[in-house]
């Protein structure tokens, strides 16, 4: 059967980005396609500056909005991340298998290392090594297919290069993943700033649409949109970002083509009235299953429990062949 293994980190409230690049599409499609694990990866929210209460919330709030997105506990597998020692586990052996160049060459290393030392931040050395954890946490469960948006393309490659050089090295033992995309909405750009991703780290709420805003900040945000100069309605991602993004919205919500419905408006306004209705009615279950599971924390954590346990069983055999293959003395 297809193991299939995603995560999403808790750096902040989710965003309409990874609703459609990533979690939705885990609830639709892939929790049943195959045996599926979904993890909310707390270790990597731990690599750039944090606020201890803010991830633990954060977290726990990624975890209910997973389940009110429709991930069911009783097809797959939700659990947190540093709840399973063996991800730490692994991540040591294939820092012994990747170099610091490869790693160094990540665009999210070189924006974000960029970042912390322009706000007179030091830059930590999880930052670096972080797609080595996120390589193990793929591998450790044997994962076929890793369901992404598209800015995670690079760090899928590279968990790849380390399970075949690891494989090469010290006889098979992983199984080489390969990253799955949307066919829409690979990649959701900032409402404000259509040239850059919209992302939950962003200090400018505007251009994100979060999961849990209210109707009423869904169609504002989208109201709001920046858009390109002219009026016709085209889909270019390189000359209209802006409007290419509302249509990538706009077809992702309502199951349409981003090209066709170019064709259907005349007005740039027309088109952001219906994206905006169309964002509000896609989010509007979500919030509200989120209000119910997050009056109940009991069942949350009995989820959290009882998945971090199915996790364990899963990951600790793969990971324990790993330690022998590389040339550890198994404990007696
Ligand atoms: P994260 O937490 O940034 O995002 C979670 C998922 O959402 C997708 N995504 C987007 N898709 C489309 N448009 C956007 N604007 C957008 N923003 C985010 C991401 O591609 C991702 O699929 N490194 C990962 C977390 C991770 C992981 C893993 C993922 C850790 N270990 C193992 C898969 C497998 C991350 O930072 O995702």
Same mark, same amino acid.
């Given at each position: 059967m297809t193991r299939i293994f995603s995560g999403v980190k808790p750096t902040?409230? !989710?965003? !309409?980005?990874n609703y459609l690049g990533a979690v939705r599409r885990w609830a639709e499609v892939d929790q049943h396609r195959g045996e599926a694990l979904f993890s909310v990866v707390d270790l990597h929210a731990l690599t750039v500056e944090h606020d201890p209460a803010r991830v633990r919330r954060l977290s726990r709030q990624a975890a209910t909005l997973l389940l009110a997105s429709g991930l069911d506990p009783e097809v797959c597998t939700l659990f947190v991340q540093s709840h399973v020692d063996e991800h730490t586990r692994l991540s040591y052996l294939l820092e012994c298998t990747a170099t610091d160049g490869e790693l160094r060459r990540m665009i999210q290393y070189k924006e974000k290392s960029v970042r912390a030392r322009d706000a007179g931040q030091g830059v930590r050395l999880s930052l670096l090594t972080y797609p080595v954890l996120m390589a193990a946490d793929i591998l450790a469960y044997g994962a076929d297919e890793v369901p992404v948006g598209e800015d995670q393309t690079q760090h899928v490659e590279l968990t790849r290069d380390l399970a075949v050089r690891f494989n090469q090295r010290y006889g098979h033992t992983f199984t080489v993943p390969r990253a799955t995309r949307p066919a829409v909405a690979? &990649? $959701?750009m900032d409402l404000q700033d259509p040239g850059s991703k919209m992302g939950k780290s962003h200090e400018n709420g505007a251009g994100i649409v979060y999961l849990l805003d209210d109707a009423d900040t869904v169609r504002r945000k989208v109201m709001r949109a920046v858009t390109d100069s002219g009026r016709e309605v085209v889909y270019d991602r390189d000359v209209k970002p802006g409007l290419a993004n509302l249509l990538d919205l706009m077809a992702a919500a309502t199951g349409g083509n981003p090209e066709e419905l170019a064709g259907v408006y005349e007005s740039y306004g %027309? !088109?952001?009235?219906?994206? %905006?209705? %169309? /964002? $509000? #009615?896609? !989010? &509007?279950? /979500? &919030? #509200?299953?989120?209000a119910e599971l997050a009056a109940d924390p009991g069942y949350v954590d009995r989820v959290l429990r009882d998945g971090a346990e199915r996790a364990r069983g899963m990951a600790r055999p793969l990971v324990d062949r790993a330690y022998r293959a590389i040339g550890l003395l198994p404990a007696v």
């Amino acid at each position: 059967m297809t193991r299939i293994f995603s995560g999403v980190k808790p750096t902040g409230h !989710l965003t !309409l980005g990874n609703y459609l690049g990533a979690v939705r599409r885990w609830a639709e499609v892939d929790q049943h396609r195959g045996e599926a694990l979904f993890s909310v990866v707390d270790l990597h929210a731990l690599t750039v500056e944090h606020d201890p209460a803010r991830v633990r919330r954060l977290s726990r709030q990624a975890a209910t909005l997973l389940l009110a997105s429709g991930l069911d506990p009783e097809v797959c597998t939700l659990f947190v991340q540093s709840h399973v020692d063996e991800h730490t586990r692994l991540s040591y052996l294939l820092e012994c298998t990747a170099t610091d160049g490869e790693l160094r060459r990540m665009i999210q290393y070189k924006e974000k290392s960029v970042r912390a030392r322009d706000a007179g931040q030091g830059v930590r050395l999880s930052l670096l090594t972080y797609p080595v954890l996120m390589a193990a946490d793929i591998l450790a469960y044997g994962a076929d297919e890793v369901p992404v948006g598209e800015d995670q393309t690079q760090h899928v490659e590279l968990t790849r290069d380390l399970a075949v050089r690891f494989n090469q090295r010290y006889g098979h033992t992983f199984t080489v993943p390969r990253a799955t995309r949307p066919a829409v909405a690979a &990649r $959701v750009m900032d409402l404000q700033d259509p040239g850059s991703k919209m992302g939950k780290s962003h200090e400018n709420g505007a251009g994100i649409v979060y999961l849990l805003d209210d109707a009423d900040t869904v169609r504002r945000k989208v109201m709001r949109a920046v858009t390109d100069s002219g009026r016709e309605v085209v889909y270019d991602r390189d000359v209209k970002p802006g409007l290419a993004n509302l249509l990538d919205l706009m077809a992702a919500a309502t199951g349409g083509n981003p090209e066709e419905l170019a064709g259907v408006y005349e007005s740039y306004g %027309a !088109l952001k009235k219906d994206t %905006a209705d %169309a /964002v $509000v #009615e896609l !989010l &509007r279950p /979500v &919030r #509200e299953r989120h209000a119910e599971l997050a009056a109940d924390p009991g069942y949350v954590d009995r989820v959290l429990r009882d998945g971090a346990e199915r996790a364990r069983g899963m990951a600790r055999p793969l990971v324990d062949r790993a330690y022998r293959a590389i040339g550890l003395l198994p404990a007696v």
